[in-house]
Structures are given as structure tokens and as C-alpha cells.
């Protein structure tokens, strides 16, 4: 079962403004890709269901964590149905993000009180999924809408918390807008943990990387 609340989880996910996101089928790769994400400062990671067994694979990674990184809250995204994010939940999942909205990943996270984040594209789905109970809702794919997206929707739901995810870059002016524009927090995959970096298991390079990212989100917030 998860170790931290859906409302530590949210509280992280603002607190830090940044979710790591990657999926490797090697287990020892994601071992090391997850504790250079940890050593550079994030203390969430989203592990994308994308590959065959990835289930197993998370249940190794998870486990890793609760022995060696407690302090690392680990979700599963790419979640499509509610009878994965039951199987993940099992697994120890602290959070569920869906790149769709669905009721019923809503009904078997809320009852096991884990947050969920669905992916959303609209003011309707985004105020669908706040009435399903979503704290943290996905703006996904974030490089179809873009900054200017987000600021429309805060102007009539100001209690909106939004996490673009796709399209999201480390680069500052990026972040800039998103967080200018009133995001919570941001999801970042490739565009943080790059193919090269798996590739290349520059490891040292991520956790750089993640750190260097982190002081730019902290320095555009103040």
C-alpha cells in the first residue's frame, strides 16, 4: 500500500514543482537513473507503465526505494484502466497519473485515498476530474496548449492546480512561462532524462542535471 498520503503527495508535488518521469525495462538502469533524480534534489518520480511487465519492473524499483530512499515517493503513470491502478496501488503506489480522464481510476484511487492526476484538455474535463476529487489534474499533452492555456483557466478557477506535462523543457524561459502562468508543478521526461543520458548511463550528468533544474524552478518562483 502507499507509504505517504494524497495530500503529502500534492503537498511534495507543490513544495518541489517538479515530477521526474522515465520509463527503462533494465531494472539496474532505473535503479540508478531513480537514485540520480534523488541525490539532485527531486523527492517524486512518475515510473511510466510502457513496457511488458512493467508492473514487475516497478515492484523492484519501489522496493529499492523503501530500503535505500525512503524519503522518495514513487507513482505510476500512463495508467489507462482502473484495474492497473489497482495492481500498482498493491505494488505501493503513492500517486496515479492517467493521460485521460477516467471515473473509474478515480473511484478505486479515492477509495484507497491515493492521488490521482488525469490527464486533461479542457476547462470541462479539468472541472470533471476536480468533482471526481483530483487535487492535482494533467494538463497533457502540455506543448499542444501551452502557457497561455493555463492562465485562461485560472482566470475562472483560481483553486485549478495544474501539471503540464509533455512539451515541458528545462530550459528558463520555458519554465518561466508555465510557472508565470500559475502551474503548480511541471512533469518533465525526455526533455530532463533524455535517451542519451539512458544510453550513455551518464548518471553523474542527470543528477546535475535534476539539481540544476530545481534551483531554476526555485529561483523563478521567489
Same mark, same amino acid.
Given at each position: *500500500?502507499?507509504?505517504?498520503?494524497?495530500?503529502?503527495?500534492?503537498?511534495?508535488?507543490?513544495?518541489?514543482?517538479?515530477?521526474?518521469?522515465?520509463?527503462?525495462?533494465?531494472?539496474?538502469?532505473?535503479?540508478?537513473?531513480?537514485?540520480?533524480?534523488?541525490?539532485? =534534489?527531486?523527492?517524486?518520480?512518475?515510473?511510466?507503465?510502457?513496457? !511488458? &511487465?512493467?508492473?514487475?519492473?516497478?515492484?523492484?524499483?519501489?522496493?529499492?526505494?523503501?530500503?535505500?530512499?525512503?524519503?522518495?515517493?514513487? =507513482?505510476?503513470?500512463?495508467?489507462?484502466?482502473?484495474?492497473?491502478?489497482?495492481?500498482?496501488?498493491?505494488?505501493?503506489?503513492?500517486?496515479?497519473?492517467?493521460?485521460?480522464?477516467?471515473?473509474?481510476?478515480?473511484?478505486?484511487?479515492?477509495?484507497?485515498?491515493?492521488?490521482?492526476?488525469? =490527464?486533461?484538455?479542457?476547462?470541462?474535463?479539468?472541472?470533471?476530474?476536480?468533482?471526481?476529487?483530483?487535487?492535482?489534474?494533467? $494538463?497533457?499533452?502540455?506543448?499542444?496548449?501551452?502557457?497561455?492555456?493555463?492562465?485562461?483557466?485560472?482566470?475562472?478557477?483560481?483553486?485549478?492546480?495544474? *501539471?503540464?506535462?509533455?512539451?515541458?523543457?528545462?530550459?528558463? !524561459?520555458?519554465?518561466?512561462?508555465?510557472?508565470?502562468?500559475?502551474?503548480?508543478?511541471?512533469?518533465?521526461?525526455?526533455?530532463?532524462?533524455?535517451?542519451?543520458?539512458?544510453?550513455?548511463?551518464? &548518471?553523474?550528468? $542527470?543528477?546535475?542535471?535534476?539539481?540544476?533544474?530545481?534551483?531554476?524552478?526555485?529561483?523563478?518562483?521567489?
Amino acid at each position: *500500500m502507499a507509504k505517504f498520503t494524497r495530500l503529502e503527495v500534492a503537498a511534495k508535488m507543490a513544495e518541489t514543482g517538479m515530477v521526474p518521469l522515465f520509463y527503462h525495462s533494465d531494472i539496474e538502469i532505473a535503479k540508478k537513473t531513480l537514485k540520480a533524480c534523488f541525490e539532485g =534534489g527531486a523527492r517524486l518520480l512518475e515510473f511510466t507503465s510502457r513496457g !511488458d &511487465f512493467a508492473h514487475q519492473i516497478f515492484d523492484e524499483l519501489n522496493r529499492y526505494v523503501l530500503s535505500e530512499l525512503p524519503d522518495m515517493i514513487m =507513482g505510476v503513470g500512463s495508467v489507462t484502466d482502473a484495474a492497473a491502478a489497482s495492481l500498482y496501488m498493491q505494488l505501493g503506489a503513492n500517486f496515479i497519473v492517467t493521460p485521460v480522464l477516467r471515473e473509474d481510476i478515480a473511484v478505486v484511487c479515492n477509495r484507497r485515498k491515493v492521488l490521482w492526476s488525469a =490527464g486533461c484538455g479542457s476547462l470541462t474535463e479539468i472541472a470533471k476530474a476536480e468533482e471526481l476529487g483530483g487535487e492535482i489534474v494533467k $494538463l497533457f499533452p502540455g506543448s499542444t496548449y501551452g502557457p497561455s492555456f493555463v492562465n485562461a483557466i485560472k482566470g475562472p478557477q483560481p483553486w485549478t492546480s495544474i *501539471m503540464p506535462t509533455g512539451g515541458v523543457s528545462t530550459k528558463e !524561459d520555458n519554465l518561466r512561462g508555465w510557472f508565470d502562468a500559475g502551474v503548480t508543478c511541471v512533469g518533465m521526461g525526455s526533455k530532463l532524462i533524455s535517451k542519451e543520458i539512458l544510453a550513455n548511463e551518464d &548518471f553523474e550528468g $542527470l543528477k546535475t542535471k535534476v539539481a540544476e533544474t530545481l534551483k531554476l524552478i526555485k529561483k523563478i518562483r521567489q
